[in-house]
């Protein structure tokens, strides 16, 4: 990517996407950069849905369309509702599985309702908008298909391009060998129709973004630009986006509120400065101030509990953010009685959970061994004398204690705590 000191200093918008380390790829760079200063630039990114949720791998598209509109440029988020009937060859090794019509139009409505949490389509001087391809690819006979616009490309060109190229050796079929036409065939309808000149996409979108510039290029021309963004990596190797319990999704009925804050919670030291630069709106100053507090102070995770709390309000909101700290509160000073009963579901859905038969009181022993908190009585009796048992947040130590009826949270629960960090959960049938 080449560089221009000057034009580098006039475009604020730029400067800070370098900043941030969001800037992987441009075409035209100075062009570009000139374009964003004199005018208010119509860009897109498209989100294909794979899933009935996007995940936090969608957050860094999401959150630079959300810098650009802030900045007055007019962003567009594209639900790839008929590419998404296709499959993105694209950072894969294998086919993807083909959904059905119906499936993928559901999955499109739901991803439309999330994007709307992140850009603002009612702004009165550029408001997004929200778009699918199913709405121009639909339509697109396979004659116009072929001759106006396959046309264009020649195999060799295609075969050149790193999305291609890296699934020859397992294959790829026809249907998504296409992919590359139909997402250049998108920037071409958004660039003639809206005036988009923009294309922002991860790493592994530049040859399909490329594709969609030299379209343009060829059906007529004008102003176009492409950008990648850097692929999310940690610096232990794992992928990102990924927790214990698999991806962390932005729709909180798959993964809780409490589970996607403690995801940034337990970011490593070494990334999260990366982190906060990427997905938080903090400034230059803040993020030096967290980075010192980190160098100096690591053991209070300053750094951390402010990226978790930056993305979650982003993400879930004020509200949803008070609940997850008051879950994280809880279950660290053990004092879990305060939980509402959602609260306590989502805070302990992931620890182990057993149930028990009714009765007016229960043998702690019994419950400490039933739900798996103890091997044995023996043992259970030696936690309990050592005061490493608590029951909803309270020490118990009496060897033949009966946890009585009255004693369940919301009726029907009672929390068993052995140590300092485990717990587990008795229903009640």
């Given amino acids: ?24 790829q441009t075409t035209h760079r100075e062009e ?10 119509t860009l897109y990114a498209g989100f294909d ?8 791998g969608h957050l860094l598209p999401i959150l630079v369309l959300r810098r650009f509109q802030q900045a007055g440029h007019k962003p567009i988020a594209l639900v790839g509702g008929g590419t998404g009937l296709i499959g993105d060859p694209s950072g894969r090794t294998t086919e993807r599985s083909l959904n059905t019509d119906d499936t993928v139009a559901g999955w499109t409505e ?23 391809n199913y709405d121009w690819i639909k339509p697109l006979d396979i004659i116009t298909f072929l001759r106006d616009i396959g046309k264009n490309f020649t195999v060799n060109y295609m075969l050149a391009k790193d999305s291609v190229d890296s699934r020859l050796a ?23 129709d809206h005036g988009c000149a923009l294309q922002i996409g991860g790493s592994d979108q530049w040859g399909n973004i490329t594709a969609g510039l030299d379209l343009i290029g060829k059906m007529g021309g004008g102003d176009a630009y492409g950008m990648t963004l850097p692929l999310v990596t940690k610096s232990d190797g794992k992928k990102f986006g990924k927790s214990e319990s ?6 909180r009925s798959k993964t809780s509120v409490y589970q996607f804050y403690q995801f940034w919670i337990n970011t490593d030291d070494n990334d999260v400065v990366k982190f906060l630069k990427y997905f938080t709106p903090l400034s230059r100053e803040q993020i030096a101030e967290l980075a ?7 053991e209070k995770r300053s750094a951390q509990r402010e990226l978790a709390r930056e993305v979650t309000r982003l993400v879930h909101g004020e509200d949803g953010l008070a609940s997850a700290e008051l879950i994280t509160q809880a279950l660290f000073s053990g004092d879990i009685a305060q939980l509402s009963e959602a609260e ?22 019994d419950l400490l061994v039933a739900a798996k908190a103890a091997p044995s009585r023996r043992q259970a009796r030696q936690d309990i004398e050592s005061g490493a048992v608590l029951v909803n947040g309270r020490k118990v130590t009496d060897t033949e204690a009966m946890i009585a009826k009255e004693e369940r949270l919301h009726g029907k629960f009672i929390v068993l705590r052995r140590g300092k960090k485990n717990y587990f959960l008795v229903k009640f049938a």
């Fill in 246 to 251: 698999g991806a962390v999704w932005l729709d």
């Fill in 344 to 365: 306590l579901i989502e805070a302990l859905q992931d620890m182990p959970s057993t149930i028990a038969e009714d009765a007016d009181a229960s043998s702690l022993m």
């Fill in 110 to 132: 739901r991803l439309k309702g999330q994007l709307a949490r992140f850009l603002d389509f009612d702004a009165s001087a550029n408001p997004a908008k929200l778009v699918s």
């Fill in 32 to 41: 570009l950069a000139k374009k964003l200063q004199e005018d208010s630039v």
């Fill in 170 to 192: 397992n294959g790829i079929s026809f249907t998504e060998f296409s992919y590359m036409i139909l997402q250049a065939f998108d920037f071409y309808k958004l660039h003639s």
């Fill in 1 to 24: 990517m080449s560089t221009n000191t000057d034009t580098n200093t006039i475009n604020v918008l730029l400067d800070d996407l370098e900043y941030r380390g969001l800037v992987h």
């Fill in 292 to 298: 010192v507090e980190l160098s100096e102070r690591p």
């Fill in 49 to 56: 849905p794979t899933a009935d949720s996007l995940h936090i």
